[in-house]
């Protein structure tokens, strides 16, 4: 494998534990993650995570910019994937509401979800890449180390 398709694949992962665990906090403590906050709410949160983030890896102020950028475009791809609907469990309830299963309504359903990863996803991929490619080798390390102990960052607990 190519050293910056490995440092890429790496990096991807090591991000994905950190989002995995900024995800975990939110839905622990919002019970519906960041689609059910308020911008000022979730603007808090992403200070929090930055700060907290930021103290464990030792960041600098620009890799915590960076980290804010990806928290940013997370919140961004989020709010795309849920659209102003935030209960997602009356969507999937209301294609069974009737006698027959809503094939059409599911279908205009999942082409807003999959349009919404395709037209974010580059954004994230980018702001994740800059992220992790801005961390020194040490910073790397206990990136590497949390997805290791944490099993990819989904860890309750």
Known sequence: MK???????????????ILGGISAWAHEHHHHGWQAMTEQDAAAMKARVV???????????????KLATLADR???????LTGANTDPRADMQS???????????AQVLIQAKVSAVTTKSPEVVTALADFYDSLKPEQQAKVREFMARRGGGHHHG
């Open 3 to 17: 050293r910056w398709m490995k440092r890429s694949l790496v990096g991807l992962l090591g991000a994905a534990a």
């Open 74 to 80: 997370l919140r961004d791809q989020q709010v795309a």
């Open 95 to 105: 294609l069974v509401a009737g006698p027959t299963f809503d094939r059409a309504k």
């Open 51 to 65: 700060e907290k983030v930021g103290k464990h890896l030792n960041l600098d102020a620009a890799q915590k910019a």
